[in-house]
């Protein structure tokens, strides 16, 4: 298994480390972010203005003015009661709608508490999270999102305001933090009956608060993907730009080499043997199968998939996707 962390130094300072995000460390991505906005700007992403990971869609123009009718102009655009209001032919003047809401869901559940080298799974998507919240503010884009957990979940709405993007990496804070506090699930029940945890749940939340054109970032490892999320993703992606972010460690795609290692899940301990050849295949097998699947189901619904590993630098995987698809 090759696990590495690979380090350039125009981007490991701001590089997330360990079981924990601070605060700082999600404020402190706004640096990062200008650094992919720079080269997303060169290769004129997709044609439109901003960074959005994708092409737009929905109607996307706004109303700005009416003005004298000039040779030329579309005639479906004149307006009829202007032109007999002034005994002169007017017509409207559209301009393109820039501002875009830009909503970012976090998965911050149990199975994100993970993690072999570097950093767990929950850092890395609080960490990618950050980044693409400061590439909408400093695009001027209304930001809001989802943080969600095993036990509950912070709606933001979008707003365009620096505010809104706090108050948005203050939750995924708050619920990253609260991952230490991991317990079984039997142990630990959710404290509202009411709440449904998983994907599907959340997808449902944002359906609720998107507006048609809005940019959708899932940042997850899609353990929780079922029919009902897919179905979510079908709705929210004929109207929006919806861009998957898959978060997995290296220990998921590969079992580590062959040896005895003390494993645990934060309250039980156990041993994993990994010397049978066969069961290491069978594991590999197993992931490559997930992923299969995963990249299929996003292609079939023209999704855009992000693989981030969490013993690689965040904003270098993104911005050698950036530099991939673009």
């Not at 690979?6 to 605060?23: E, N």
């Not at 999704?303 to 969490?310: F, G, P, S, Y």
């Amino acid at each position: 298994m090759s696990a590495r962390l690979v380090i350039d130094p125009q981007y490991a300072r701001y590089q997330s480390t360990g079981a924990v995000v601070s605060l700082q460390q999600l404020l402190i991505q706004r640096y990062a972010a200008r650094t992919l906005e720079y080269l997303a700007h060169n290769r004129s992403i997709a044609g439109i203005s901003g960074l959005h990971l994708s092409k737009m869609r929905g109607r996307g123009i706004d109303f700005e003015e009416f003005r004298p009718y000039q040779a030329g102009d579309d005639i479906r655009l004149i307006d009829w009661r202007v032109t007999a209001r002034t005994s002169r032919p007017f017509t409207k003047v559209f301009r393109e709608e820039r501002e875009r809401p830009v909503i970012i869901a976090v998965d911050q559940s149990r199975n994100m508490y993970f993690g072999s080298q570097v950093a767990f799974k929950s850092v890395i998507s609080a960490q990618a999270a950050a980044v693409f919240c400061w590439l909408a503010v400093d695009n001027g884009d209304r930001v809001g999102g989802l943080v969600y957990s095993d036990r509950s979940s912070s709606l933001v709405r979008p707003k365009r305001s620096r505010r809104s993007a706090l108050h948005l990496l203050n939750q995924v804070h708050r619920y990253n933090q609260e991952l230490q506090r991991v317990t079984s699930p039997n142990e630990d029940p959710p404290p509202n009956p009411e709440f449904r945890p998983g994907l599907a749940a959340a997808l449902g939340q944002i359906q609720r608060i998107s507006k048609p054109g809005s940019t959708l970032y899932i940042i997850s490892d899609f353990m929780t993907l079922d029919d009902k999320a897919l179905q979510y993703m079908n709705q929210l992606s004929r109207h929006n730009n919806v861009i998957c972010c898959l978060v997995y460690d290296v220990l998921e795609e590969n079992l580590p080499v062959p040896g005895i290692y003390s494993i645990t899940d934060g309250s039980r301990k156990g041993a994993l043997n990994t010397h049978n050849s066969k069961a290491r295949q069978r594991y590999k097998h197993q992931f490559q199968e997930r992923m299969q699947f995963l990249e299929s189901e996003l292609d079939k619904l023209q999704i855009r998939l992000i693989k981030m590993r969490t013993n690689q630098l965040v904003v270098e995987q993104i911005r050698e996707w950036i530099a991939k698809n673009y």
